[in-house]
């Protein structure tokens, strides 16, 4: 399964193109919104092309690396301490910080990647059309 928000944004600014303005738009909800056969094709064809130039690598590299620099930020919960420290009528309460799992760092996901354009390219081109939902 992949992020389907950083997908559908690489796919309108790469492709936008084969999409016209309602695809674009309607593609960031899960509404229904209907992708033709032809534009499902283009965009499966589009998408091994970027795939072949590299294109989707040197995206996906980017993310890669914002995520690592993400991870060595302080949690933003707990600014990097690992425990929250609250007020109880008996004291104060240590607990472990449940934002970063007592890490002190922020998670850094891969919001894309490379395997997940070409899962959706390969989709694109056997679905014959298909519905966002
Ligand atoms: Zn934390």
């Not at 993310?63 to 004291?91: F, I, P, T, W």
Request: charged share 35%; proline share 1%.
């Amino acid at each position: 399964m992949f992020l389907w928000w950083p997908l559908w944004e690489f796919v309108c600014r790469e492709a936008g193109d084969i999409l016209d303005k309602t695809d674009r738009w309607n593609g960031c909800f899960n509404q229904g919104h209907y992708i033709s056969k032809r534009k499902a094709s283009a965009l499966a064809e589009r998408l091994e092309t970027l795939l072949r130039r590299r294109v989707v690598s040197a995206e996906a590299g980017w993310h890669l690396r914002r995520a690592r620099r993400e991870r060595k930020k302080n949690c933003r919960v707990c600014h990097g301490r690992r425990v929250l420290v609250q007020r109880s009528d008996s004291g104060r309460v240590r607990t472990r910080c449940h934002h970063c799992d007592g890490t002190g760092r922020r998670r850094g996901v891969v919001k894309f990647r490379t395997a997940w354009i070409r899962e959706f390219a390969s989709f694109c081109a056997s679905s014959g059309g298909f519905r966002i939902d």
